[in-house]
């Protein structure tokens, strides 16, 4: 199966939502990085989590169009 961005994904400047079968990745584009490291440092996503309003995830790099993207892929949730 390929993979399929979120239409509604244009709408973040700092990055895009994509599917692939049962997965959700997000990019955060490399102008966005810092902020995302920031928030991530202080601890504001784990506290997310946490209280549920996000889900877990997994950081990774890949390249896309020549740059290097941070991309947040989901955990495995279950129903």
Do not use: C, W
């Not at 490291?37 to 990774?60: C, H, M, P, V, Y």
């Amino acid at each position: 199966m390929s993979i399929h961005q979120n239409s509604v994904s244009f709408i973040d400047p700092f990055g895009y939502v994509f599917h692939k079968n049962d997965n959700v990745f997000m990019t955060i584009l490399s102008h966005a990085k810092k902020q995302y490291e920031a928030t991530r440092d202080k601890g504001l996503i784990q506290e997310s989590i946490d209280q549920g309003f996000l889900i877990g995830f997994e950081e990774n790099f890949i390249r896309i169009l020549s740059q290097k993207n941070k991309v947040l892929s989901n955990t495995q949730v279950s129903s």
